[in-house]
Every structure is written in C-alpha cells, then in structure tokens.
T-cell receptor, first 115, second 106 residues
Framework: AAGVIQSPRHLIKEKRETATLKCYPI?????VYWYQQGPGQDPQFLIS???????DKGSIPDRFSAQQFSDYHSELNMSSLELGDSALYFC??????????????FGPGTRLTVL | AQRVTQPEKLLSVFKGAPVELKCNYS??????LFWYVQYSRQRLQLLLR??SRESIKGFTADLNKGETSFHLKKPFAQEEDSAMYYC????????FGRGTQLTVWP
C-alpha cells in the first residue's frame, strides 16, 4: 500500500541558508500535518492543511512557511536556518479532514542538519 | 492547555513478563487518545486508539478519566515489542508525550 512520502530523507545546510521539505500524502488523503522533533524531544506540531487551506498552526517560526498544492502535496519552506532548526521533520496525512478521531499516517521523516 | 506525560523514558522487561507503559494527560474536554509505535528504522504507526477499544498485538489501553490516564498494557511481552512508544492526544493536531523506549530482553 502507498505510504506518505517525504523528500529528501536527509538534508545538510549551513546557517542562514534555506531549505524546502516535501511531503506527498497517501492518495485521496486531503489533510497534511507537519511535526518537528528535536534531539531527545517529543514531536511538536508545526502546521496543517486541509483542502489546500491552512487548518491549524502551532509553534512554527515566522522564518518557516508552508503550503499545500492542488495535488495535495505539501512543502515546508525554511529560511535563515539556525542551528536549532536541526531536527527530524515528520509529515503525516489523514483522510477526510483534520478530525480528532482520525488516524494520522506518518512519513519516514526528513532529517535536517544545520551546520 | 493540553499536555501528555509519559513518565518513563526507558523501560526494560524480560520476555514473557507483563509490561505497562504509563500515559497521563491533561485536557478539560473529552479526550481522543492514541498510542503510536515506532520500531527500529521504521516510521511512526498507529498501535491503537481508545475509541476502538480493540487489542492490537496483544496490547490494550483503557481510558481512565478519573485518573486522566491511558496506560498501555500487555500481559506477556515479546522481543518484537521492543520499540519507541508515544502516547498522543488529538485535537486534530497531535500532542505527543516524550515517548517510552521499551526493550524486551530474551
């Protein structure tokens, strides 16, 4: 069965550079979530999209932006990267909207290292 | 504010022993709670959710609103249960606990 795809799987950037992370949800899933997991930390919600509109926003820095496209894939754009942005970034998708009872299906994550 | 607490960062048991992974939550409304598991080098995946009240891979979890807990239990642990377990509360977005790394020794 198709799963959530994230690219790239690993990314190394210098401070002050920009990065773009991509997430391809499971076919027919219309909701995408982004989470950030720092070293030794629990995953923290960043932002979510439903039907190409932002549906919820968490602790996402102003340097980050995200969007969901017409094919439902999502991109997380990160600018002016800081050392503290080094983390594992998870994407998850769910079927039929951001309902509290819905299972979220996770991608493998993108490990971002900022040097 | 919503919060999920998993007090044990590491938990080790021997094969065949009972195991309980603790999860407490704070939320003023009616919670939707999940347990997610991450096996070595695999992605996070749903183990079970409280609304389905089912047993997956021998694991069960009962929501105790009085104690605001959703502990995960298995009567006889297996080596293949070794993994990272996350308790999560859903408000659309998930609020995760910090996770418990379970190791089952042979």
């Amino acid at each position: 069965a198709a799963g959530v795809i994230q690219s790239p799987r690993h990314l190394i950037k210098e401070k002050r550079e920009t990065a773009t992370l991509k997430c391809y949800p499971i076919p027919r899933h219309d909701t995408v979530y982004w989470y950030q997991q720092g070293p030794g930390q629990d995953p923290q919600f960043l932002i979510s999209f439903y039907e190409k509109m932002q549906s919820d926003k968490g602790s996402i820095p102003d340097r980050f932006s995200a969007q969901q496209f017409s094919d439902y894939h999502s991109e997380l754009n990160m600018s002016s990267l800081e050392l503290g942005d080094s983390a594992l970034y998870f994407c998850a998708s769910s079927l039929t909207g951001p309902h509290v009872e819905d299972e979220q299906f996770f991608g493998p994550g993108t490990r971002l290292t900022v040097l | 504010a919503q919060r999920v607490t998993q007090p044990e960062k590491l938990l080790s048991v021997f094969k065949g022993a009972p195991v309980e992974l603790k999860c407490n939550y704070s939320y003023s409304g009616s919670p939707e709670l999940f347990w997610y598991v991450q096996y070595s080098r695999q992605r996070l995946q749903l183990l079970l959710r409280h609304i389905s009240r089912e047993s997956i891979k021998g694991f069960t979890a009962d929501l105790n609103k009085g104690e605001t807990s959703f502990h995960l239990k298995k009567p006889f642990a297996q080596e293949e249960d070794s993994a990272m377990y996350y308790c999560a509360l859903s408000r659309g977005r998930l609020y995760f606990g910090r996770g418990t790394q379970l190791t089952v020794w042979p």
